[in-house]
């Protein structure tokens, strides 16, 4: 079996607000094999973010605690750590790219010395040589290493966004994790960004953990894929196994959702309804008020998770034993 | 009346100029295009295109710098303000961002009666709230929403509400400047399709102005492409994704990402980015990015020629 760079295990997340218990996340696990991305797909408030921060021990506290789970990093827990130790691994062993490079920089610092910063910090550095290393990592981004002297509103977004990205790998972090990394982008320019990355992750030999909405990246850049939906991960497998064998109806209700330049439909099939309330969630399955396929056990009863096969799973009533959605698969 | 196989919209030169402490931007320069009745053009592009300041130069919600607008043969350019404000009732727009084009401290209700009652068209306070819940119903707003406000609503149904207003005066034309672009997939897959029915109903024409090309794709009947406020290339939205003739199209369609694990097309990665829109220099914009400029594209600005019938490019390369 491969080491795995990071494991997520029944992770419950809570904000706890005036208005109520924002259940963020509900019992979600993942994990990442070295060297593999692993998409984490879900429209607005599904708890992508919260999972990213919760692994850096990010999440702002209060309203959010961690109310139960296991963050295991190269197998040790995060979550028995102290304070002191987890700003050793933050930057170092796990960094995070975030989604807006115009409010991640500081914008009165020079970038030279932003990237310099997390180097003196985590590999003991001087000044100088810690600036000499910032320029090397601007290169390597495609800055040229003179611009190291100049302030982020010097750059434009794609610029800052590699910026962002030479901080991030400056230590070599044996986990990326990046969180729609392209969302403000032009399409262009993403192209840019998004090969550069992958040329480094392969470089580097690094993790990866993409938060993205977006199908298109997801297929272009990761290994694996996991959907998620209020908090929990309701299908799982490789790209094949998503992608071409997609059973999780609201898998599939974002698939019909998108517009697809390669294969185009007549209408576009949205998925009715709203994502439910996040203080309020359905007792059974959360998709279960959008579903088309909706039974009565879905209301009262969360559905279990079963495989299709030794990659793919979701969690979902139709594929139990009374409901097999094809006769002909096996799930287990 | 105006003959009704004419364009519904004709747009001749249009240009917009700001005056900027580093010299003149060149936000729209010198673009022409026309859209027929019950048609949809696409308008994309990248940041600082110029694709919404020419949304809004046709509205004349920034003043157009030159150049002739004709709205069903009206020149537009020329009215005085009482007869804009009534030409406004034909031509509407809805904008991008949900949460800040309505007022947070008007309800649902009042913010659609609005335009009603600004413009005159029901001064009955009874018949127009009529209307408004009229409208609700056609644009998917439930009646209970009536008094409810912006913060109490999401993305999906604040967007309703600003369709809800640009439809209210029962217009011809909508410009609509990236409306789904803050949505989530699954609720933009909803307004898409509200949309679409809405222009059947109501006989609509829309220019649709977005970054995003799988949904004008879906969406238009044709596309214009836009960089660096030139128009560069326009054709049928078919014909434009089977056939891009224009090295930024081509770069551009390729650059999307495609949600399928076995896409083939091959990716044309382009070189540094957008350079500035403040006095450009002769030649063509797009020549210091594009893989076959010649000197000629570095001295002389290509114009837009009809390469193939109902196809537009402007670029030296294909003439």
């Known amino acids: ?332 | 009346m105006s003959n009704s196989s004419s364009p519904l919209l004709e747009v001749k030169n249009l240009k917009k100029y700001f005056k900027t402490p580093k010299g003149m931007l060149h936000a729209v320069d010198d673009v022409s295009f026309t859209i027929d009745r019950g048609r949809t053009l696409g308008v994309v592009g990248e940041s600082g295109c110029g694709k919404s300041t020419t949304g809004r130069a046709i509205l004349r919600i920034v003043e157009p710098t030159e150049g002739e607008i004709l709205f069903d043969g009206e020149d537009i350019r020329s009215l005085g303000k009482d007869q804009m404000r009534r030409m406004r009732t034909r031509m509407q727009i809805i904008f991008q961002d949900p949460f800040s084009s309505l007022n947070p401290r008007k309800t649902v209700s009042e913010t659609i009666a609005e335009p009603l009652k600004l413009n005159g068209i029901i001064t009955d306070k009874g018949k127009r709230m009529e209307r408004v819940a009229e409208i609700m119903e056609i644009v998917g707003l439930a009646e209970r929403l009536y008094n409810a406000y912006p913060h109490e609503l999401d993305g999906g149904r604040r967007q309703r509400i600003g369709i809800a207003r640009a439809l209210a005066l029962n217009p011809q034309f909508i410009v609509c400047d990236e409306p789904v672009s803050a949505l989530d997939v699954s609720i933009q897959a909803q307004i898409l399709n509200l949309m679409d029915e809405l222009q059947e109903k109501m006989g609509l024409t829309y220019m649709f102005i977005t970054h995003d090309l799988s949904v004008v794709h879906y969406f238009a009947d044709d596309i214009a492409v836009m960089y660096l406020g030139r128009l560069i290339e326009k054709a049928p939205a078919k014909e434009l994704f089977r056939n891009p003739v224009h090295p930024y199209t081509q770069a551009l369609l390729s650059a999307i990402p495609v949600p399928s694990i076995h896409n083939q097309r091959k990716r044309i990665l382009l070189k540094g980015e957008i350079t500035s829109p403040v006095d450009p220099k002769p030649g063509c914009r797009f020549a210091s990015r594009c893989p076959y400029a010649s000197s000629r594209c570095h001295s002389e600005e290509p114009q837009l020629k009809e390469i193939a019938p109902g196809h537009f490019n402007a670029c030296f390369l294909n003439e």
């Open chain 1, 1 to 332: 079996m491969a080491e795995k760079t990071i494991e997520i295990k029944d992770l419950v997340v809570e904000y706890r607000t005036r208005s109520g218990v924002v259940q963020a996340l509900n019992g979600l696990s993942l994990s990442i094999e070295k060297g593999k991305t692993l998409g984490l797909v879900g429209e607005t408030g599904a708890g992508k973010t919260t999972a990213g921060l919760a692994v850096l021990g990010l999440i702002p506290s209060p309203p959010g605690v961690i109310v139960s789970g296991e963050i295991l990093l190269n197998g040790k827990d995060l979550r028995a750590l102290t304070d002191k130790e987890m700003d050793q691994i933050r930057g170092d062993a796990v960094a995070m790219i975030f989604q807006d490079p115009m409010t991640s920089l500081n914008p009165v610092m020079t970038v030279g010395d932003q990237i310099a910063e997390a180097i003196k910090i985590h590999e003991g550095l001087n000044h100088g040589d810690a600036l000499k290393k910032a320029e090397e990592m601007l290169e390597m981004v495609g800055i040229p290493r003179e611009r190291a002297k100049e302030y982020p509103h010097q750059f434009s977004g794609g610029m800052k966004q590699r910026v962002v990205i030479a901080i991030a790998l400056s230590c070599t972090p044996g986990l990326l994790i990046a969180d729609e990394p392209t969302t403000a982008l032009d399409v262009t320019i993403q192209a840019q960004v998004l090969e550069m990355m992958k040329g480094l992750k392969e470089k580097y030999e690094m993790s990866m953990l993409m938060i993205t909405h977006d199908l298109g990246i997801v297929a272009e850049i990761c290994d694996e894929v996991s959907v998620v939906y209020a908090g929990r991960v309701v299908e799982h497998g490789t790209l094949a196994d998503v992608f071409d064998n997609t059973r999780h109806p609201y898998t599939e209700g974002l698939f019909n959702s998108l517009p697809n330049i390669e294969n185009q439909a007549e209408k576009l099939k949205p998925i009715r309804g709203l994502m439910p309330d996040p203080t309020d969630l359905p007792l059974g399955c959360p998709f279960y008020p959008r579903c088309d396929h909706a039974m009565e056990i879905c209301r009262t009863k969360k559905p279990p998770k079963v495989y299709r096969n030794e990659t793919h799973f979701v969690e979902c009533h139709l594929y139990n034993e009374q409901n097999i959605g094809d006769k002909e698969e096996k799930w287990r």
